[in-house]
């Protein structure tokens, strides 16, 4: 399923702790399918000072060479 905004900044505060960078600080963004108001996406990214700028209008069909997209599921135990 589709990264929601609140797992993406817990996974990249916790990025920042074990390798000292944030997601896409270096100018790149996510698309967060999780995440959605009125039907678009949001998209996200941390620039190198901790600040998060966040696109709340991105329409689903948009492409551009520094957006990705991240996604997130549960384990299941064995």
């Known amino acids: 399923r589709g990264q929601t905004l609140k797992t993406y900044i817990w996974a990249s505060q916790f990025s920042k702790t ?8 270096k100018n790149s963004w996510s698309r967060l399918p999780g995440s959605r108001c009125e039907g678009r996406i949001f998209s996200a990214r ?5 600040n998060l ?4 209008d991105m329409d689903p069909r948009y492409r551009d060479p520094i957006l990705g997209g991240r996604s997130e599921g549960v384990k299941e135990a064995a």
């Open 18 to 25: 074990l390798t000292g960078h944030y997601f896409d600080e």
């Open 46 to 50: 941390f620039d190198r000072l901790g």
């Open 53 to 56: 700028p966040v696109n709340l």
